[in-house]
């Protein structure tokens, strides 16, 4: 008995699998914007780069330096995270009173210069990194197999969504947090080094970008343009969710990848753009976004 | 006037600007330990300006600014609450984000000997009713409360108090002059921008009155019933 209903379970559960890690990625990118957004107000146009530079720096770190995936796991995020706050100290904060058009435009530019300098220096095709070797091999779920890799790309990027949300929603640093997202001016009135929060914030936002390209490395090919793919359907996510809510964007994030599984099984020819058709509903409806406050 | 060590605040010829308008135009004002003085005068003479001006919250500023006996004129927004000053803005700054309790526990201590939570709830009892509300859910006087508390309970010996019973039930606005007289006596320097005349003058020692981004009168508390008529027609009640 292969199908029920006409519908193949096997083929069904393997699109929801690669839905499911597709939505891992999207949720912990969008979920670094929304940091990054709630207390910059400028949407992160090198996310995608960053990210590409975590995938690299994992790969270089395997094939040059000695590094274990491990190693990379826990020391690329603080790599990329340290970049990007030499980007915001260096290059946001010296424009930062002008209108956010420029800074946005500014990580723009920062995005297309490293994609090429990566391009210049690696070339565009893409660099094979392996799956280590205790994430090998495939588990049998009963109903399904399940590659072991994918599963722990599923459980680390739910485990670092849920912590940050944690993070922001029940401790005191996010009561921080949260405060300066809806009054900067007022909580630095208080006493809090507001420039000094801003600039760790826009560090960790990028961290997350970091941690995403060394889970992304060993299952998509690394290469320069892997983020600049990514990220235009990470502010699809962005619209879709709003920019209301740090839970608004892991939520976001994991639903559309699911919805993209979906209908990679019930209609494949529509699973490339199902998310922008999404996209366009929910601002006929929401414009706002669906967990988006309205100004 | 008092001995000079005497003196928490001192803003000396303090000039302001948003962009390119011209708000403040040289105030020269202070306030002495465990006084209370106002800040009169009609809407848009300056008076939340000046707060935020002492705060570091505008844009450009020029003169002196002297907080607890610290210049603070080069020093980092983030610095000034640090000497021992709270503001409680005008729109009362609630976080909506946050519960009420979160609310109050925001502002970092700026001294050791502020109000615990304890006795902040023994205050304001209602406040502790409702401490995992969303902060925004309370009622305009429970709010204001909430923005009053807060700083309190930083132990700042400072207060920069931005009309705090605008749009408030009268029951409210009682209760407020009972706590700011309760915060007199335990000898904390208040200075109050303030609509309400009939609120501020039985409890004030002194009253500045702003016009168009300076003072122009200074009234004390004995002199006040011989300059009501000035006042009036300053104030345009």
């Known amino acids: 008995m292969d199908t029920i209903l006409g519908i193949n379970p096997v083929a069904l559960f393997g699109q929801l699998l690669v839905g499911l890690i597709n939505g891992s990625f999207y949720a912990l990118l969008s979920l670094g914007l929304a940091i990054i957004f709630g207390l910059l107000r400028i949407i992160n146009f090198a996310q995608g780069a960053l990210y590409m530079i975590g995938a690299f720096l994992a790969w270089l770190g395997l094939e040059y330096w000695g590094l274990s995936y491990g190693w990379a796991l826990l020391i690329v995020p603080l790599v990329v995270g340290l970049f990007g706050i030499l980007i915001e100290r260096f290059l946001i904060r010296p424009i930062a009173h002008e209108d956010h058009l420029y800074s946005l435009l500014l990580t723009f530019g920062v995005a297309l210069v490293l994609q090429g300098v990566f391009s210049h220096v690696f070339g565009s095709s893409g660099k094979p990194y392996s799956i280590p070797e205790f994430l090998q091999g495939v588990a049998n779920l009963g109903f399904m197999y399940l590659p072991i890799y994918r599963g722990w790309i599923i459980v680390v990027s739910l485990l670092v969504c849920f912590g940050t949300w944690w993070a922001i929603e029940k401790t005191k640093l996010g009561a921080y947090l949260r405060a300066g997202t809806e009054n900067a001016r007022l909580l630095q009135a208080f006493g809090i080094n507001v420039p000094l929060m801003v600039t760790l914030t826009f560090g960790f936002g990028v961290a997350l970008a970091g941690l995403a390209g060394v889970l992304a490395a060993p299952i998509y090919s690394v290469s320069p343009d892997m983020g600049a793919n990514l990220l235009i359907v990470v502010f699809a996510i962005v619209v879709i969710g709003g920019m209301g809510s740090i839970g608004g964007a892991i939520i976001t994030g994991i639903s559309m990848g699911v919805i993209e599984g979906l209908t990679k099984y019930f209609y494949p020819e529509a699973s490339n753009t199902i998310i922008f058709m999404v996209m366009v509903v929910v601002l006929l409806i929401k414009p706002a976004g669906l967990f988006g406050k309205e100004v | ?237």
């Open chain 2, 1 to 237: 006037m008092k001995a000079q060590g005497n003196e928490k605040l001192r803003v000396s010829d303090l000039h302001a600007f948003y962009g390119e308008s011209h708000i403040l135009h040289g105030i020269d004002l202070h306030v002495n330990q465990g006084e209370l003085v106002t800040l009169l005068g009609r809407n848009g003479s300056g008076r939340s300006t000046t707060l935020k001006a002492i705060m570091n919250m505008v844009g450009r500023r020029s003169g002196s600014i002297n907080i607890n006996g610290t210049e603070t004129m080069g020093l980092a927004a983030h610095r000034i609450a640090h000497l021992g000053i709270g503001f409680c803005p005008e729109e009362r700054g609630i976080f909506s984000s946050l519960n009420v309790e979160e609310n109050l526990l925001l502002p970092p201590a700026v001294r050791s000997d502020g109000m615990s939570l304890d006795e902040i709830y023994q205050m304001f009892p209602n406040l502790y009713e409702r401490r995992t509300s969303q902060g925004t859910r309370l009622s305009g006087g429970e709010q204001q409360m909430l923005a009053l508390a807060r700083i309190l309970r930083t132990g700042a010996n400072i207060l920069l108090l931005d009309e705090i019973t605008e749009g408030l039930a009268p029951v409210i606005v009682k209760k407020l002059g009972e706590v700011l007289i309760q915060l007199k006596r335990k000898n904390l320097t208040i200075l109050l921008v303030e609509q309400n005349f009939h609120f501020a003058a039985p409890i004030a020692d002194r009253h500045y009155v702003m016009e168009h981004g300076r003072i122009v009168e200074e009234v004390q508390q004995a002199e006040l019933s011989a300059k009501t008529e000035l006042l009036n027609t300053l104030l345009g009640v």
